[in-house]
């Protein structure tokens, strides 16, 4: 079945660069895309970029000049960094699916990025 | 890009009573809508798809309807377990965005 599992380092320093890692099961990232969301403590849901099944990426516009999204396929890995974080990224951050339903049906257990020195 | 009003932002309801949560788009976007629940400390969970198409596995007391660009979630018959934050979700073009969000208690 389709899985997805975020992982990254829980706090990083104010001005400092965000990695995260999305590891997938149950579909090819060379079929379906991966994208992700976050969620600031307490508030909505923010859609912040994607890596099609091409290898074509799509970023949040307020994002885009501090954001990248890459993968390996033959470790069914997605990784997003963010560089220059400020307070404001303090948010969990989801990775999910976009499969042959063509909506975000299977997602992540999120993981709590903390902006903070 | 697109812009999602959802309303009401709070709702309170009693067991078996029947609850509306609209979205509203600032433009056409067809039915490239969704609706999402997500309960404390997980994942949104997908419940309606393509406007009115119920997801697998999604009890039928929910129901998903559309009138031009006003989008509307029903709960038939509001459950214990219906409580959570619900949040619209439009695709028909990048970025995707979402609703505000609506969270649902029970009285």
Redesign the interface.
Known sequence: QVQLKESGPGLVQPSQTLSLTCTVSGFSLTSNSV?WVRQPPGK????VGAIWSGGST?Y??ALKSRLSISRDTSKSQVFLKMNSLQTEDTAIY?C?ELGG?????Y????TLVTVSS | ?IQMTQSPASLSASLEEIVTITCQASQDIGNWL?W?QQKPG???Q?LI??ATSL??GIPSRFSGSRSGTQYSLKISRLQVEDTGIY?C?Q?YS????????TKLELK
Do not use: I, M
Not at chain 2, 94 to 101: C, I, K, L, V
């Open positions: 994208h909505g849901l923010e859609w799509d949040n516009s989801f999910t339903t063509n909506w975000f049906a997602w992540g257990q999120g | 890009d969704a999402y997980k994942s949104p997908l798809h393509s997801a697998d949040y979700l695709r990048n970025p995707p965005t979402f609703g505000g969000g």
